[in-house]
C-alpha cells in the first residue's frame, strides 16, 4: 500500500475567459512552487481546442494534499469566474475530512463531483525523499 495521492481536475473554460485564466493559473502555479516545497508537481494543461483544462498533481502523501488546500485554498474561488469544474478525481486514500473539502471545492468552482479511486496493485519509480 502505498500514501501517494495523484489529483486530477477537469473544468470548462468560459467563452472568452481564457487570457484570464491563463494568467491567473501561471500566478497559482508560481504560488504553489514557493509555498508548497513538499508538493511532488504541479502542473495545468490545456487541450487543443483551449476550451478545457486540466489540472494533475502529485503528492507524497495526504498531508500534503491537505497544505495545498490550506495555502492554495483561498486562490480557487476567484478562479471559479473563468472555469467550471466537472470533475476531481483522486488516486490514493486522502480520508474523508480532506474528500470533504474536495467536494467543497468542486461544489465552489462548478458542478463537479469528486471520485476516490483506491489503490489496488502497482509500483512507482519516484524517489521520494
Known amino acids: 500500500m502505498t500514501d501517494f495521492i495523484l489529483y486530477v481536475d477537469q473544468s470548462v473554460v468560459h467563452d472568452g475567459k481564457l487570457d484570464d485564466l491563463k494568467s491567473a493559473m501561471a500566478e497559482l502555479v508560481e504560488f504553489v512552487e514557493f509555498n508548497e516545497p513538499d508538493i511532488l508537481s504541479y502542473n495545468v494543461y490545456f487541450n487543443n ?40 478525481d483522486v488516486y490514493g486514500d486522502p480520508g474523508e475530512d480532506l474528500a470533504q473539502r474536495l467536494r467543497e471545492k468542486a461544489s465552489t468552482l462548478g458542478t463537479g463531483h469528486v471520485s476516490i479511486h483506491d489503490f489496488h496493485e502497482g509500483f512507482d519509480h519516484v524517489a521520494i525523499d
Request: proline residues 10%.
Open 49 to 88: 481546442d483551449w476550451d478545457r483544462m486540466t489540472v494533475v498533481h502529485m503528492h507524497a502523501d495526504p498531508a500534503t494534499l491537505e497544505y495545498h488546500m490550506d495555502i492554495a485554498g483561498p486562490k480557487f474561488p476567484p478562479i471559479g469566474e473563468f472555469i467550471e469544474l466537472e470533475a476531481i
